[in-house]
């Protein structure tokens, strides 16, 4: 499962030929399918993690008394609860630091330049969690903390300007969520390697135009903010980014079933939270801006 950039790439997807993980199912002696059957020790064959020669379950193990396949060893695999524990711990570093820095850092300039700082901090740490091979703990919660701290210090100043703006995007990024994780389940979106292709080139058009348009309004040729303006073409452009916060938050859900699936080990569920942190910090930020923006208009 491993990331070369922390907004693009979700790991156990980009492999060699394509995108591996997608419209596969677990079965024995599948390389192919399987995004975790690289560059393991133990790997044998197809599946790094539990060779089986005895049926379609490649984590049934056979049962030398009776001959009959049983249920796969879990011990040091990645379960749904080590994503839900890591993810709630990593998540709650976020609110922590957000919540320590809104209480101590008045809205002035010292503080935003505190809040670049912090974001600086946790764009390296990102970028470095995201060239690493392994999951680093210490990397992933330090993100969190500093990250936090951005997050309330640019809360505090929507909240001076929109009374009540950051407890209306934390709703708006609960429904958002939800809503995503509804519709995921119910299978009425079905993460294939075309629908991450597109999506994917979608985000990426997404942020080259975001980063032109915002070298312009630095060098004065746009005003107003350009394309991030608070009027409605700066509504439609954050309804945009949302949307492609949902879809990393799909993607997010695919990584989580496949690691799950194909027994990714325990300390991938790192990388399950830190994915999850970042795509929510994203959909929070662009529904922050966009509740300025409809409050600014009423």
């Known amino acids: 499962m491993r990331s070369s950039n922390p907004v693009f790439s979700r790991r156990g997807f980009s492999r060699d030929n394509g995108y ?10 599948y390389a192919q399918g399987n995004p975790y059957a690289q560059g393991d020790q133990y790997a044998q064959g197809g599946n790094p993690y539990a060779q089986n020669p005895y049926a379609t379950n490649p984590y049934a193990q056979q049962d030398t008394q009776y001959g009959a396949p049983q249920a796969p060893a879990t011990t040091g695999r990645m379960t749904m609860d080590d994503v839900v524990v890591r993810s709630a711990t990593t998540l ?3 609110v922590l630091g957000a919540v320590l ?11 935003y330049g505190l809040a670049i700082g912090s974001a600086l901090i946790a764009f390296v740490l990102a970028m470095v969690q ?4 392994t999951p680093s703990p210490a990397l992933i919660l330090g993100y969190a903390a ?16 929109w009374s009540g703006a950051p407890f209306q995007a934390v709703l708006g990024t609960m429904a958002v969520s939800g809503a995503t994780l509804l519709v995921y389940k119910a299978g009425w979106i079905r993460v294939t390697a075309r629908y991450a292709r ?12 975001m980063a032109v348009n915002l070298l312009l309004v630095a060098f004065g040729v746009a005003g107003d903010g350009g394309l991030r303006s608070m009027g409605p073409l700066g509504a439609v452009v954050g309804i945009i980014a949302i949307l492609i916060g949902a879809f990393f938050l799909t993607l997010d859900f695919k990584q ?32 922050l801006r966009l ?6 208009n009423d």
């Open 20 to 29: 591996a993980g997608f419209n596969t199912a677990p079965q024995a002696g």
């Open 92 to 94: 709650g570093v976020v």
């Open 101 to 111: 820095a809104w209480a101590v850092l008045p809205v002035s300039p010292g503080s």
């Open 130 to 133: 995201s060239f690493k091979r």
């Open 146 to 161: 500093f990250e936090g701290v951005f997050l309330g210090v640019i809360s505090e100043m929507y909240n001076s300007a």
């Open 198 to 209: 597109i999506g994917m080139a979608i985000a990426i058009a997404f942020v080259v135009v």
């Open 256 to 287: 989580i079933e496949d690691g799950i699936a194909y027994g990714a080990p325990r300390n991938e569920a790192w990388l399950a939270a830190f994915g999850l942190t970042m795509t929510l910090v994203w959909i929070y930020l662009e529904m």
């Open 291 to 296: 509740v300025a923006i409809f409050s600014s």
